[in-house]
C-alpha cells in the first residue's frame, strides 16, 4: 500500500507538477488548495508526510502546522515547507513551528523527491522501532502477569497432606530440590529463570504445606518424607 503524501498548494500548476512527479514515484498524493481544506484532508487521511506551502488563503502554512502539531497523533508527521519567503526569521519560524525541511522556491522535483524519502524512511523507522518496543514491554507484562497469577494459585492451594507428605506442584518440587543443594533464592532464580521474589513465594508455599517453620524444618520433613533425595 503506498504512503501518502498530504500536498498543500494554492497554485495549481505548482500543485499538479509535484502531484504527478510524487504519484510516479509511487506515493499516493491527497491535495488541497488553501490551509483550512489542508487541516480537513489531514484528519480525513492521516498521511504520512505534509508538503505545505506558506502563503495560503484561509490559513497559512505556519498555522496549519501549530494546530497538526496540537494533535497528539500527528506530532510525528514529517512536514515540508515550500515557499518563496526565504529570510532567516522565515526559516527560523518554519522550524519553531515543527516543520523538518524548508524548500525555497524555484525549486527542483527531484529535491523534493529525494527530501521526501528521506524523512519518510526515517519516520518508518522511528515508527517500527516504537511498535517493538511496545511490542516488547506488553510481552513481558504478559509474562510477568502469567507468572503471578500462576504463583498466586498454587500459594493459595490447601495443602493436601497424605502418608507419603503433601502434594507439591512441578514448580514447587524443583524448588525444594534445589533447596536441598544449598542454593540461595538468587541462585535458584538463576537455575530456573523466576525472579528471587517468585521463589520466595514458593518457599513460602512449602514451608506452609509442610508445616514448617523455617527451611532447615523444611529440609528434615523433605528428607524423612522422600521428597528430595
Not at 35 to 60: C, K, N, S, W
Amino acid at each position: 500500500m503506498p504512503l501518502t503524501i498530504l500536498l498543500a498548494e494554492d497554485d495549481e500548476g505548482t500543485r499538479l507538477s509535484i502531484c504527478d512527479y510524487l504519484e510516479l514515484e509511487g506515493y499516493s498524493v491527497v491535495m488541497a488548495s488553501d490551509g483550512e481544506m489542508a487541516l480537513r484532508r489531514v484528519f480525513d487521511h492521516q498521511p504520512q508526510l505534509i508538503i505545505t506551502d506558506i502563503g495560503m488563503p484561509y490559513l497559512d502554512g505556519y498555522t496549519l502546522i501549530q494546530k497538526v502539531r496540537q494533535q497528539p497523533g500527528f506530532r510525528l508527521i514529517p512536514v515540508i515547507f515550500l515557499t518563496a519567503h526565504n529570510q532567516m526569521q522565515d526559516r527560523i519560524r518554519g522550524y519553531q513551528v515543527g516543520c523538518d525541511a524548508y524548500l525555497s522556491k524555484p525549486f527542483e522535483l527531484q529535491e523534493i523527491g529525494a527530501i521526501v524519502r528521506n524523512l519518510l524512511e526515517r519516520s518508518q523507522l522511528i515508527q517500527s522501532a516504537w511498535i517493538q518496543q511496545v511490542a516488547l514491554q506488553t510481552a513481558q507484562q504478559r509474562a510477568l502477569a502469567a507468572e503471578a497469577q500462576l504463583t498466586g494459585t498454587e500459594a493459595m492451594a490447601s495443602p493436601s497432606l497424605s502418608s507419603s507428605g503433601p502434594e507439591l506442584t512441578p514448580r514447587e518440587q524443583d524448588v525444594l530440590i534445589l533447596l536441598s543443594d544449598g542454593l540461595s533464592n538468587a541462585q535458584i532464580g538463576d537455575r530456573l529463570f523466576l525472579s528471587p521474589r517468585t521463589v520466595e513465594k514458593y518457599v513460602s508455599s512449602l514451608l506452609r504445606k509442610t508445616e514448617t517453620n523455617n527451611r532447615s524444618e523444611l529440609l528434615r520433613f523433605a528428607l524423612s518424607h522422600h521428597l528430595v533425595s
